[in-house]
């Protein structure tokens, strides 16, 4: 295995340690993965993802292995145990190569008695193979299957299985272990040149594509086009027809939503805000890509210091369900406790936003979750003290919310509402 080889499993486990340590695996990996060539980079991106989002259905083996509860293993080798694993047995990489390189990596960062035990274990994986009672079957013990192989909280587990069938929530674990396909909104009428960038249409998605080779950063450039997931696109379209000017979108970062609702609809001038100006900067670095023309505006939507809009797009800091698959580590943050905070952060929002809406416009309420004391829960608590607000009948979907399921539409999760104010007099 070469050198690189190694540097590419070096920076995975950085990333493993730095997620253990509390930091966000995208994050973690943007500074780890710096100075990679392409192919380890999607090599590292690969191993350490893949094992934090795997990460219960890794250990739930490496119990049978270990002399003790992985919980007493030092952090270190537990992250190089499942970097390890996780190669043994989600990948192509030969077995000698995958303990010898997970050895080589830790190299500088373990000592010999802690790279013996690493490599006990991962050679009694090999020659073992997996235990096929390591983990509760679907049929006997549906939440230990699908919170052990399919690695998930157990309590978000049994959430999705109170209020979803079976099938779907097998389907959406699914979902979200696997690697999302990198797709676009197209922004303009027409864009040439699609089979040269590396662009397929996207089956039954109007104005979406799907990136089937290439470097994303090319159609950006190529475009305009953004980077989206047709459930974030189904709600711009859900939020475009009728709206007026000015339009206010209060928690704008990264900024998908506001572009395309910039050139979606003739709705002027469109104003981006959002609490923190780094993230900020991301929304301006879009308009920019783009020709978006957007005002911007550093803004804590619970005291909001704009006023008078005619559409205000809320889309709240939300626990995220729906979007599990692209934040590897999300999974494994979110708590019941966290997510009773959002929601009452979400209401605080809400009930500051409605004062921004001019008579006869319109609010719109966004999340990426699939929880319904985040969706339609938390509006009808808005709607029953907000007498002036109701659901808008002249939507696109006459008065009904959006729903977008991951399991029915092989996209994210994600849910919108429209809500109308009435005019005065």
């Given at each position: 295995?070469?050198?690189?080889?190694?540097?590419?499993?070096?920076?995975?486990?950085?990333v493993?340690?730095?997620?253990?340590?509390?930091?966000?695996?995208?994050?973690?990996?943007?500074?780890?993965?710096?100075?990679?060539?392409?192919?380890?980079?999607?090599?590292?991106?690969?191993?350490?993802?893949?094992?934090?989002?795997?990460?219960?259905?890794?250990?739930?083996?490496?119990?049978?292995?270990?002399?003790?509860?992985?919980?007493?293993?030092?952090?270190?080798?537990?992250?190089?145990?499942?970097?390890?694993?996780?190669?043994?047995?989600?990948?192509?990489?030969?077995?000698?190569?995958?303990?010898?390189?997970?050895?080589?990596?830790?190299?500088?960062?373990?000592?010999?008695?802690?790279?013996?035990?690493?490599?006990?274990?991962?050679?009694?994986a090999?020659?073992?193979?997996?235990?096929?009672?390591?983990?509760?079957?679907?049929?006997?013990?549906?939440?230990?299957?699908?919170?052990?192989?399919?690695?998930?909280?157990?309590?978000?587990?049994?959430?999705?299985?109170?209020?979803?069938?079976?099938?779907?929530?097998?389907?959406?674990?699914?979902?979200?272990?696997?690697?999302?396909?990198?797709?676009?909104?197209?922004?303009?009428?027409?864009?040439?040149?699609?089979?040269?960038?590396?662009?397929?249409?996207?089956?039954?998605?109007?104005?979406?594509?799907?990136?089937?080779?290439?470097?994303?950063?090319?159609?950006?450039?190529?475009?305009?086009?953004?980077?989206?997931?047709?459930a974030?696109?189904?709600?711009?379209?859900?939020?475009?027809?009728?709206?007026?000017?000015?339009?206010?979108?209060?928690?704008?970062?990264?900024g998908?939503?506001?572009?395309?609702?910039?050139?979606?609809?003739?709705?002027?001038?469109v104003?981006?805000?959002?609490?923190?100006?780094?993230?900020?900067?991301?929304?301006?670095?879009?308009?920019?890509?783009t020709?978006?023309?957007?005002?911007?505006?550093?803004?804590?939507?619970?005291?909001?210091?704009?006023?008078?809009a005619?559409?205000?797009?809320?889309?709240?800091?939300?626990?995220?369900?729906?979007?599990?698959?692209?934040?590897?580590?999300?999974?494994?943050?979110l708590?019941?406790?966290?997510?009773?905070?959002?929601?009452?952060?979400?209401?605080?929002?809400?009930?500051?936003?409605?004062?921004l809406?001019?008579?006869?416009?319109?609010l719109?309420?966004?999340?990426?979750?699939?929880?319904?004391?985040?969706?339609?829960?938390?509006v009808?608590?808005?709607?029953?003290?907000?007498?002036?607000?109701?659901?808008?009948?002249?939507?696109?979907?006459?008065?009904?919310?959006?729903?977008v399921?991951?399991w029915?539409?092989?996209?994210?999760?994600?849910y919108?509402?429209?809500?109308?104010?009435?005019?005065?007099?």
């Open positions: 295995m070469t050198g690189e080889g190694v540097a590419a499993r070096r920076a995975a486990l950085a493993l340690r730095d997620v253990q340590a509390g930091a966000y695996a995208d994050r973690a990996a943007s500074d780890r993965f710096r100075g990679l060539g392409p192919r380890d980079r999607g090599l590292a991106q690969e191993l350490a993802f893949g094992a934090i989002r795997l990460q219960a259905r890794l250990d739930a083996e490496l119990e049978r292995w270990c002399d003790r509860p992985i919980e007493r293993l030092d952090a270190g080798v537990l992250a190089a145990l499942r970097l390890g694993l996780y190669q043994l047995r989600e990948t192509r990489i030969p077995p000698h190569a995958a303990v010898s390189t997970t050895l080589d990596a830790t190299r500088h960062a373990a000592g010999s008695g802690a790279r013996g035990l690493i490599n006990a274990v991962l050679r009694r090999v020659r073992e193979g997996r235990p096929a009672d390591a983990y509760p079957t679907l049929e006997e013990d549906p939440a230990g299957y699908l919170s052990t192989w399919g690695s998930h909280p157990a309590w978000l587990i049994r959430r999705w299985l109170e209020r979803y069938p079976l099938a779907a929530v097998e389907r959406l674990v699914e979902l979200d272990n696997r690697p999302p396909p990198v797709t676009f909104r197209l922004l303009g009428a027409t864009t040439p040149g699609l089979a040269e960038l590396g662009l397929a249409p996207l089956p039954g998605r109007s104005g979406m594509v799907v990136l089937e080779k290439g470097d994303p950063a090319d159609v950006i450039r190529g475009g305009p086009a953004i980077a989206q997931d047709p974030a696109s189904a709600v711009v379209d859900y939020v475009s027809p009728g709206i007026e000017g000015p339009l206010l979108d209060v928690c704008a970062a990264p998908g939503k506001a572009v395309g609702l910039w050139f979606a609809t003739d709705a002027r001038p104003i981006a805000s959002d609490v923190r100006l780094e993230r900020l900067r991301a929304v301006r670095a879009l308009a920019r890509d020709g978006a023309d957007l005002l911007l505006a550093v803004m804590d939507g619970r005291r909001p210091a704009v006023r008078g005619r559409t205000v797009l809320l889309d709240v800091p939300c626990s995220g369900t729906g979007v599990l698959r692209r934040r590897p580590d999300a999974r494994w943050r708590r019941p406790d966290k997510l009773s905070a959002l929601v009452e952060r979400q209401h605080e929002l809400l009930r500051a936003s409605a004062d809406v001019e008579p006869g416009g319109l719109v309420y966004a999340t990426c979750s699939l929880e319904p004391e985040e969706n339609e829960d938390q009808d608590r808005f709607l029953a003290g907000h007498p002036e607000f109701r659901r808008d009948p002249g939507g696109p979907l006459g008065g009904k919310d959006l729903h399921m991951p029915e539409s092989d996209s994210d999760g994600a919108a509402s429209r809500l109308r104010k009435r005019r005065m007099g």
